[in-house]
C-alpha cells in the first residue's frame, strides 16, 4: 500500500524544523503493509516566512529513520484561505491507498502512525480517528476547550448517529479512494465537523484509537479561538440538516468500485499477506 500523508500549514516557521525531523521518526517500518509514503504540504499562503523555510527543506531528500520509500510534494498557496481550504488542495493532489491528515505542529506525534493505520490494513476500518480522551497520556492545559469540544462531539454524534469521542481531532486516516470522493467545501476550521458527517453518512466503517497529545498554549502558537467553535457549531447543524450528500458528483459508484475491487484482491491473497 501507498500511504499520502497531507500536511497543511500556516506560520509555523517557529516549530516547523523540529516537526520536520520527528516526522522523519515516524515508525512506518511497523506498518508491513506500507511500502511507500508520499508526502503532500500545502502552505496557506505564510506570512512569518514558512513558505521559503519549507521550500528549502522540500529541495532536500527526505529519509526516514526506517528508509521507507518516500516522495515529498510541495504545494504553497499564495493568500490565506483557512485549513479546510489547504486540506482539500492536499486530498485531491493524493495517489496513495490511504491518506492520513497531519497537523505541522508538535501536538501530535508521528510516533503514532502505526496505531492509526492498523485497522486500515487489516480490511478492519475504511476511516480511524485518533482520539485524544480514550486512555492516552497527553498535556493538561484549558478547562473550557475540552468542554467544547465534548459539546461539539455529543452534537456531531447526535446528527451523524455516531458515538465518537473526539470529532475534532486532526488526526483523520481514511481510504485513499474514499477520501478523494467526498465532497468536502468548508474552508476554514469548519473542515473538521465536515469530514467526520460525510464519512458518516458515506457508510465508511470508522474506528477510534488512542493518540498521545501535547497541546500548545496561545503563547506557544495555538490557533483555535472561541470563534472557531462557534463556526464548528453552524458546520454541524449545516451538515446535519441542510447539505447531506457526502460524495462528488458521480464519485460514489468510482468509489464503490475500487473498494470492490480492492476487497477481491485482499480476499485472493494468503491470509499472512491479506493487508
Given at each position: 500500500?501507498?500511504?499520502s500523508?497531507v500536511?497543511?500549514?500556516?506560520n509555523?516557521?517557529?516549530?516547523?524544523?523540529?516537526?520536520?525531523?520527528?516526522l522523519?521518526k515516524?515508525?512506518?517500518?511497523?506498518?508491513?503493509?506500507?511500502r511507500?509514503?508520499?508526502i503532500i504540504?500545502?502552505?496557506?499562503?505564510?506570512t512569518?516566512g514558512t513558505?521559503?523555510?519549507v521550500?528549502e527543506?522540500?529541495?532536500?531528500?527526505?529519509v526516514?529513520?526506517?528508509?521507507t520509500a518516500?516522495?515529498?510534494?510541495?504545494?504553497?498557496q499564495?493568500?490565506?484561505?483557512?485549513?479546510?481550504?489547504?486540506?482539500?488542495v492536499g486530498i485531491n493532489?493524493?495517489?496513495g491507498?490511504?491518506?492520513?491528515?497531519?497537523?505541522?505542529?508538535?501536538?501530535?506525534?508521528?510516533?503514532?502512525?502505526?496505531i492509526?493505520?492498523?485497522p486500515?490494513?487489516?480490511?478492519?476500518?475504511?476511516?480511524?480517528f485518533?482520539?485524544?480522551f480514550?486512555?492516552?497520556?497527553?498535556?493538561?492545559?484549558?478547562f473550557?476547550?475540552?468542554l467544547?469540544?465534548?459539546?461539539?462531539t455529543?452534537?456531531?454524534?447526535?446528527?451523524?448517529?455516531?458515538?465518537?469521542?473526539?470529532?475534532e481531532?486532526?488526526?483523520k486516516?481514511?481510504?485513499?479512494?474514499?477520501a478523494?470522493?467526498?465532497r468536502?467545501?468548508?474552508k476554514?476550521f469548519?473542515?473538521?465537523p465536515?469530514?467526520?458527517s460525510r464519512l458518516?453518512?458515506?457508510?465508511a466503517?470508522?474506528?477510534?484509537?488512542?493518540?498521545s497529545?501535547?497541546?500548545?498554549?496561545y503563547?506557544?502558537?495555538?490557533?483555535i479561538r472561541?470563534?472557531?467553535g462557534v463556526?464548528?457549531?453552524?458546520?454541524?447543524?449545516?451538515?446535519?440538516?441542510?447539505?447531506?450528500?457526502?460524495?462528488?458528483?458521480?464519485?460514489?459508484q468510482?468509489?464503490n468500485?475500487?473498494?470492490?475491487e480492492?476487497?477481491?484482491?485482499?480476499?485472493?491473497l494468503?491470509?499472512?499477506?491479506?493487508?
Amino acid at each position: 500500500m501507498k500511504l499520502s500523508i497531507v500536511i497543511p500549514v500556516y506560520n509555523e516557521r517557529r516549530c516547523f524544523n523540529d516537526f520536520w525531523e520527528g516526522l522523519k521518526k515516524a515508525p512506518i517500518n511497523k506498518c508491513a503493509f506500507i511500502r511507500e509514503v508520499e508526502i503532500i504540504i500545502v502552505d496557506d499562503g505564510s506570512t512569518d516566512g514558512t513558505s521559503q523555510l519549507v521550500k528549502e527543506l522540500c529541495d532536500k531528500p527526505f529519509v526516514f529513520d526506517c528508509d521507507t520509500a518516500t516522495n515529498v510534494k510541495f504545494l504553497p498557496q499564495s493568500v490565506n484561505r483557512g485549513k479546510g481550504a489547504a486540506l482539500i488542495v492536499g486530498i485531491n493532489n493524493t495517489t496513495g491507498d490511504l491518506v492520513l491528515v497531519q497537523d505541522a505542529d508538535l501536538e501530535y506525534s508521528p510516533q503514532d502512525y502505526p496505531i492509526l493505520l492498523q485497522p486500515l490494513g487489516d480490511g478492519k476500518a475504511d476511516a480511524v480517528f485518533g482520539s485524544r480522551f480514550i486512555g492516552s497520556t497527553r498535556r493538561v492545559l484549558y478547562f473550557w476547550h475540552a468542554l467544547a469540544n465534548h459539546f461539539l462531539t455529543f452534537l456531531s454524534n447526535m446528527f451523524c448517529n455516531l458515538n465518537a469521542t473526539d470529532m475534532e481531532t486532526c488526526y483523520k486516516v481514511m481510504r485513499g479512494a474514499l477520501a478523494r470522493s467526498l465532497r468536502l467545501t468548508s474552508k476554514r476550521f469548519g473542515i473538521e465537523p465536515e469530514m467526520v458527517s460525510r464519512l458518516a453518512r458515506s457508510g465508511a466503517r470508522i474506528f477510534e484509537v488512542p493518540i498521545s497529545y501535547s497541546g500548545r498554549t496561545y503563547s506557544e502558537g495555538k490557533k483555535i479561538r472561541a470563534r472557531d467553535g462557534v463556526a464548528a457549531l453552524y458546520h454541524i447543524l449545516k451538515f446535519g440538516i441542510w447539505d447531506r450528500n457526502p460524495f462528488k458528483s458521480g464519485m460514489e459508484q468510482k468509489f464503490n468500485k475500487v473498494e470492490a475491487e480492492t476487497n477481491k484482491s485482499s480476499q485472493n491473497l494468503p491470509l499472512d499477506k491479506a493487508a
